[in-house]
């Protein structure tokens, strides 16, 4: 079924961008690469493109594989492709791997033209709002005006969130999902000890380990590890490891629990493929997103200007993303007298049930689309 | 006589839009597949937003273009600012709320005005099926006791104390049965009471 619905086989583009952006920061990029996939067919009239705005530890590559033999598809291949929720029959749907990240657009990582060296710690900290700045050159580049929609769970919601106050006039519908207006106290802790975690990392040097050719795995791991239990519910590591033993226990700091399996390879998994500094700027980036500081923390003032239809979705398990959170932004569009469809999906799995293939989930947003006039 | 459910809905909502202004906001609480602000905004170009909490209603409103907060009224309409809405409507709901008294305060203080429907308890048929000795069980009031999710049965009398007592205007009342006004004996011969309310002072 999957394999019938799928986009196929794929290929990354690169688009390079001369003209310099100016960060939040005050920082300047003079010069950046923003690497993207598309699925489906821009129309004549360049209005079936929808964006699909990236998490922490996403990137461009979103559906599709790129060889037959490729066994891990995009990361929301699920829900988009031809018959697919997100319906590549209908839509042009774009992903975009974030400035700052580390596969393919201009990072951390990067070579910085200037040295010849990698950027390392000298990668300026870069925004959610410098994230849509670029993905809307982006979106010039490949001549959209205008999106039929702009879709993103967790940061990923907070890009569609700003996408509505940046270019009110380029979205015409924004897909929230399993989001929230900003990170509470306890939310930037977890980040913060995710970032000592890398940041204390012998092997960090600073950001500059490129140089050293080390990697901090230690501190990815860690940081890893702690994302995931944030991720999940208590419920679902319950159903899924609940106190199951690998083997008996041995009076060790060994692996014993099935839990402690799963942890340790989700980190060197991640360890193997994520880049530390990209990591200590995405959250980072979540940190600082707060489109009400600038109005004395009136969210429904900030949303003043914006025009987008709006659909919100939270899960009833996230503690991450709680519905609560959603419901503020909710909130702040009824003030706004917005047109919102507030759902929030009974779903077991936390934060991580966004990207999950629950019936009701994707029945909501398969309808939603389906409306989205293009 | 006519038992189509359908016809006797429209009568239901008509009078509903007789009490609403043209282009006027009103915020539908449990409004199911939308189908009443479907009416609204079709007729009256109301500016209309739904509340439910079931996700095949919540659905359904969603496939009818309608804007749907799923959320539990229980837990109050904290969304919802002061005097935000024209008209804050609870359509044949009021009998399946745990708490009566807060939902009609929060119905106050987010509308300027509230319109509750009920199906009237106090209604001869189903005094006749108390009287034979059983919970009634009709075309409004489908369930069997053991499966009910009414848990607040009132009669149009008991709702006149209540509004009293809370001190609510009520600027209007309806009484209806099968879609006909009833005017004599109401609390008798109607099936359906429909209320328009607004805070005192």
Redesign the interface.
């Known amino acids: 079924m999957s394999e019938i619905n799928s986009v196929g086989i794929v290929a990354q583009q690169t688009a390079h961008f001369n003209q310099p952006l100016t960060l939040k920061s005050g920082d300047v990029l003079p010069a950046f690469d923003l690497i993207y996939e598309t699925y489906g067919t821009l129309n004549a009239d360049k209005t079936n493109a929808v964006l699909i705005c990236h998490a922490l530890s996403g990137t461009h590559h979103v559906a599709g594989k790129y060889s037959p033999e490729d066994k891990n598809p995009g990361w929301w291949d699920n829900l988009i492709g031809p018959g697919k929720p997100l319906d590549t029959n209908k839509f042009f749907v774009i992903g975009v791997n974030n400035l700052g990240g580390c596969h393919g657009s201009t990072g951390p990582a990067s070579i910085n033209p200037v040295t010849n060296k990698p950027f390392g710690a000298s990668f300026p900290v870069v925004t959610v709002e410098d994230w849509v700045n670029s993905q809307a050159l982006l979106a010039d580049y490949l001549g959209i005006n205008t999106f039929a929609a702009v879709v993103g769970g967790s940061l990923g919601g907070m890009q569609t969130l700003q996408w509505s106050i940046a270019y009110p006039e380029r979205i015409k519908h924004a897909l929230v999902i399993a989001s929230a207006p900003n990170l509470t106290a306890q939310n930037m802790a977890f980040n913060e000890v995710a970032r000592q975690a890398i940041i204390t990392d012998p092997e960090f040097h600073g950001g500059d380990y490129y140089a050293h050719n080390v990697v901090p795995r230690r501190g990815l791991r860690i940081a890893r590890m702690l994302g995931h239990i944030t991720y999940l519910s208590d419920d679902a590591m319950g159903a899924k490891f609940g106190r199951k033993l690998k083997d008996t226990i041995k009076y060790s700091f060994d692996v014993e629990f099935e839990m402690e399996s799963y942890l340790r390879y989700q980190a060197d998994k991640f360890a193997g493929e994520f880049d530390a500094n990209t990591y200590i700027r995405m959250t980072r980036a979540l940190d600082y997103f707060d489109p009400a500081t600038e109005f004395d923390g009136d969210l429904s003032a900030a949303l003043r200007k914006v025009t987008a239809k709006f659909l919100v979705i939270s899960f009833t398990s996230d503690w991450r993303f709680s519905p609560e959170r959603s419901r503020e932004i909710v909130k702040a569009l009824l003030d706004n007298e917005l047109p919102v469809k507030y759902a929030e999906v009974t779903a077991a799995h936390g934060h991580d049930a966004f990207l999950m293939p629950d019936e009701h989930y994707h029945a909501i947003l398969r309808s939603y689309l389906s409306k989205v006039e293009v | 006589m006519s038992t189509d459910i359908n016809h006797l809905y429209r009568q239901d909502f008509a009078i509903i839009a007789g009490w609403l202004g043209f282009g006027s906001?009103a915020l539908d609480l449990g409004c199911g597949d939308g189908a009443l602000l479907s009416y609204l905004q079709d007729g009256l170009e109301v500016?209309g937003?739904g509340v439910e909490k079931d996700?095949t209603n919540?659905?359904a409103a969603?496939?009818n273009?309608?804007?749907?907060?799923?959320?539990d009224l229980e837990a109050g309409l904290?969304?919802?600012?002061d005097n935000?809405f024209d008209t804050v409507i609870l359509s044949q709901t009021l009998q399946a709320m745990h708490n009566t008294e807060a939902i009609l305060q929060e119905m106050l203080r987010v509308g300027h005005e509230v319109i509750v429907t009920f199906p009237n308890f106090g209604y001869w048929r189903n005094r006749l099926q108390i009287i034979t000795g059983n919970m009634p069980v009709s075309k409004d009031l489908p369930y069997e006791w053991y499966n009910t999710p009414n848990v607040h049965l009132c009669t149009i009398h008991d709702f006149d104390a209540l509004c009293h007592q809370l001190n609510i205007t009520v600027i209007e009342r309806k009484v209806v049965t099968n879609g006909n006004d009833v005017s004599f004996m109401p609390n008798w011969f109607g099936n359906l009471a429909m209320y328009r309310l607004k805070r005192s002072n």
């Open positions: 906001k500016k937003y996700d919540w659905l969603m496939q273009d309608i804007d749907v907060i799923q959320m904290s969304e919802f600012e935000s």
